[in-house]
């Protein structure tokens, strides 16, 4: 189940130069699927990294940030089936060998290797299928394999989520594409569940991570399914610079916000697709919080609606109960506020305006607008300027069947 | 649903000499139920109340405070069916409406009445309904009724909830009897759903709102069944002064400490009870977060633990998942954590130690704790000394259905 959320189709994925991904099957949960992605970068790559900000991080993570610390990446090795989270000083080893594996097939040191991983967390990864199943990856490395890394990478995922655009940069064309998995365990803070977007631009490193963390700002962590922050996320960016523009090397300049907007609308459109996709969803709830003092509260009260499983089950059943998204403003724990001065649309249907109920409100206008698959809460809380906004789903049976049952 | 939930019997509520109960059928929601409580205390008595944090609370809520400062209570009127939250100034003048049938019935003055409502938010009050039935509740007027109460009072409760203990205080046996109802929209804020408990003892009044707040911070603030706060919280201890001991007007006196251990008894299991019945709930879950830097942050782990929707619905399927708790708990923001001091326990099988899954633990071992009704998490930080603990129940199919019909 997903909400208006199209599969890619292979030809829409375009091939980024310098990129080469290779895909195959491990049997790591399960057989007869592809469940490992080897993505190699040219030499010439720039690659920016930020990964979950959850304490229990996973081996790989931890590995992940100490390779990128030693040496330029050279290859990513990702898995689906076992979040090797959990898992130790075992798992951290597991980690490593898996990179060692990569480094020996192909002549690199290991800590041009950076390791990712997702699914179940708390099981040891099994090193040798991953080990044996490598040359594979390793034989099938090609440039226009976007579409089946997209897939290998799923977990609960129902459809694939990749896209590609272009930008003109100094007269040239430049191309990007993103690849991203996550269905549920999706709140992410300062990174996401896993994603991949890849560009032939030549970009320098601080520009690149400036553009990164800014995006991932605007996209992956303005998005929740659960509340749960996952122990396996991560963002990567690589920027190959095989197309001919000149190294983009300034913020500022009008080369990076052409390359950061269309990195932004990947990355939304991306985050966006994982809460389409999000486990057991039959709605997509966008909401926006505006007229805040700051940023920061506009975002505690649009996450306590996103979060409330109150006014997630009442979206589910398409039923106007607006009362549950004036109780979890109401809980929002923001400063002197002052409900008087709170207006609130469901779509464009007014139902509180100055804290009082709308006089112009009929449940069958509630009622038409919770019967879309898409909706929109807006909140005004008329007490600044600043605003923000964040994406979520329902909360549905297929919810708790899904994760009743995720490891039988 | 419920677990491990006995309903109350008739002859086990004590009545509390200086109350009074009088129970009608309104029509509020549905007919042939209860749906209406009228409670008298006698002039005597001292009453503490304390009530929802959520700002935008509920009429009923605004008004009993504003009555509460103005005169000593002498009737509580409570209703089910429909909370009057939402409801903007129409709702405020039900309330009040309401108070005034009550003062007119009863030749008082309508800021002696305290109204309490719950049930739909959104909707108005109404109150014709409410003024039709309310003869009947005062003809009903009797000590002996407190089983009919605590079935009036209820929403989506499958139980009724309702104590009593006695305990002795200067060679005197003094009564405690309280009930509460509560299933859904439950994680108090300094109150709880609505809980009403009454005593016959003699209580100074800042003793008994002493007793009332620590008696409530270690019972109904430390339960949650789905993280939302409800706008219409209240939790009443009412002392009516009727036995023979000496006023109580000492808090640290053995007298008060006698009645206090008895109230926080009552309080703590109408709490579970609460928790128990919670919608759709089939575990209850004890979290108890020790070796803490201080009570506030074993909280706060045991909340994300507690909130975590993974969590609740790995609980429901009896599934021992425990990597979701273990990142729960290294997402709750707590400050210069270290994971490898942490120590997990799930019933008394050992899951992580310092940090490390723990060597002995195996699938059939977890698995036997997860087949219980009734689980115990034990998370040390070991990092301190303080400790806390939080009950809650997993998250089922049916907390999803009951919330996706609720108005239906």
């Avoid at 044996?132 to 997209?150: E, H, M, R």
């Avoid at 919080?289 to 506009?298: A, I, K, M, S």
């Avoid at 007490?383 to 923000?388: C, F, I, S, T």
Wanted: aromatic share 6%; hydrophobic share 40%.
């Amino acid at each position: 189940m997903s909400v208006s959320l199209p599969a890619p189709k292979h030809s829409d994925l375009l091939a980024i130069s310098g990129i080469k991904l290779g895909i195959a099957s491990a049997g790591i949960k399960t057989v007869d699927r592809t469940d490992l992605v080897l993505i190699q970068l040219a030499e010439s790559t720039t690659t920016s990294v930020v990964y979950t900000q959850n304490v229990f991080c996973a081996a790989p993570v931890m590995l992940a940030k100490q390779h990128q610390n030693e040496a330029s990446p050279r290859y990513l090795l990702i898995n689906s089936g076992n979040a090797n989270a959990g898992t130790g000083e075992a798992g951290l080893q597991a980690a490593q060998d898996c990179c060692s594996a990569v480094a020996e097939l192909t002549n690199d040191t290991k800590n041009a290797v950076l390791p990712f991983s997702t699914g179940v967390i708390g099981q040891q990864l099994p090193v040798d299928k991953i080990k044996k199943a490598l040359p594979d990856a390793f034989q099938d490395l090609k440039a226009d394999n976007w579409f089946d890394a997209a897939h290998a990478i799923m977990t609960t995922d129902t459809v694939a989520k990749a896209i590609s655009k272009q930008v003109e940069i100094d007269g040239n064309t430049i191309t990007v594409t993103g690849m991203a998995k996550g269905s549920g365990m999706i709140r992410p803070d300062m990174a996401t569940m896993l994603s991949y977007i890849a560009t032939d631009a030549a970009v320098e490193q601080l520009v690149l991570d400036t553009i990164l963390h800014n995006a991932v700002e605007q996209s992956f962590n303005r998005i929740t399914v659960d509340g749960d922050t996952s122990t396996n996320d991560a963002c990567v960016l690589m920027a190959t610079g095989q197309a001919a523009n000149n190294t983009i090397d300034d913020i500022d300049s009008a080369e990076a916000q052409n390359l950061y907007q269309v990195i932004v609308q990947i990355s939304q459109q991306l985050a966006q697709a994982i809460v389409r996709d999000g486990e057991g969803a039959t709605k997509f709830i966008e909401i926006q919080v505006e007229q805040g003092v700051d940023t920061q509260e506009c975002r505690q009260v649009a996450y306590t609606i996103a979060h409330s499983p109150l006014v997630k089950t009442a979206f589910f059943a398409s039923d106007p109960n607006w009362g549950r998204i004036l109780a979890a403003i109401g809980r929002s724990k923001i400063r002197d506020f002052d409900l008087s001065k709170v207006t609130i649309y469901l779509g464009d249907v007014c139902i509180v305006n100055g804290g009082q109920p709308a006089s112009d409100y009929t449940e069958q206008k509630g009622q038409q607008v919770m019967d879309e698959d898409e909706i929109t809460i807006k909140v005004e809380l008329g007490r600044g300027n600043a605003k923000d906004t964040v994406w979520t789903c329902d909360f549905s049976y297929d919810y708790v069947k899904i994760n009743a049952e995720y490891r039988t």
